[in-house]
């Protein structure tokens, strides 16, 4: 029994370690064919990469050609660049030069017309200088004569130093020479007289050829071509002569500033109708102008620019509106409509839609040139060749309309003196003797019609004329 268990004990250990031995060569087997595995997948990885290095050596040459190829074309377009950025700045710089250079020019051009202008200032004063002391030798002269007993027209040949019915440019002042000559170069309205000058007619021809001669009446729609109609339409219906028909003593009041302390406005106011002119104001001055107002005559200037106010001023509220405006020289009405000394138009239009009650006449543009032709026939030598002044209009056109027409001040009284207006401040001696229109010329025409006397003109600037329509010719 025990020899039996003996015997299995050593057959049990015999089988254990025959399997210990067994199991050892299966695993080591195992690791091994691991192993061999292992390093056949190496042996590939390691094959591939060295495919891959192969392939890569011959792309590489062509890869690197093309790096350094890109790599000199970005080191070319930055070598463009900086030379672009640096032309720009150049480029930049000659701008900033060229503007200093241009702001020196400025600058220089700048000094040299402030210097000019000091020598155009200089020589202003310096003409002003030598007209000053043309017209104290002038005057001296003047002076030299009367006290010498000498004959001159511009000592007025009376006792009481009134106008002069023959003036001429003799009798003006140098100044007034010049300008009169440079109007006459000029000759902005193509004057051409054809008649004969210093015709010396009597003052029944006068009147008779202003008469029959001048077309002093008022324009109606029917005067005007159809293209005129924007507005022509808003003209009176009747002329101002059918309106007014006849009126007896008229007076006309001039603006001068010589009528200033007249206290002639109570005498004024006494008669039928007054006409003043322009913007001749009536509020603080009526003891000198009176403050009745029938007409106002006003040129296409005043009634034109927007700046004097024509369209708001209460002023011209007051009384019936006549305006002129000069045609050119022997021009028709449709000539004259298309070519206007003053675009007027409008604002005359304007003016009628807000003051439709309001009489607003518009004088036919011949009269002016038809009453210069005879101005021109009377005088002894060529005259300024432009329009005759609102004045003279005015004066005619009261001669129409009245039987008897007394004129304030466009003689000048005692009371003479440069003021140019009685409500503003600005001197000229041309504002009575005439630049722009043959003012003096006119005060010939008019001193010659003159039905009064010289101690009427002396003491208080009136002249009397005769009204036109009972005239007989």
Sequence with gaps: MARCISKFGVISIILCTFSFFLLDFYSKSKCLESCTTVHGKVEVARDVKNNLNKALEKENPLEREKDLEREKQLERQKELEREKQLKRERELEREKQLEREKQLEREKQFEREKELERQKQLEREKELERQKIAEAEHLHKIWLHQRQGAQSRLRFANRYGVWNEHMSSKDILPRLVMVKKSYQSENKYKVKYQGKLGQLLTPQELLCAIKTKVNISTLVTADLPQNADSWSQYLPRKTLQEEVKSLGKCAVVSSAGSIKHSRLGQEIDTHDAVLRFNA?????????????????????????????????????????????????????????????????????????????????????????????????????????????????????????????????????????????HYYERYQDRACTLGAYHPLMYEKNLVKKLNLGDDNSIFHFGRITLPGLRGLQC
């Design 280 to 420: 001749a104001p009536v509020l603080g001055y009526q003891a000198d102008v009176g403050t009745k107002t029938t007409f106002r005559l006003l040129n296409s200037q005043l009634v034109s620019r927007p700046e004097l106010k024509f369209l708001e001023d209460p002023l011209y509220k007051e009384g019936s509106l006549i305006m002129w405006d000069p045609a050119p020289y022997n021009a028709n009405v449709e000539e004259w409509h298309k070519n206007p000394d003053y675009k007027f138009f409008e604002r005359y239009s304007e003016y009628r839609r807000r003051n439709p009650e309001q009489m607003f006449y518009v004088l036919n543009p011949h009269a002016a040139w038809q009453l210069w032709d005879i101005i021109q026939q009377n005088a002894p030598e060529d005259i300024n060749p432009g329009p005759p002044s609102s004045g003279l209009l005015g004066i005619l056109l009261m001669m129409n309309l009245c039987d008897q027409v007394n004129v304030y001040e466009f003689l000048p009284s005692r009371r003479q003196s440069d003021l140019c």
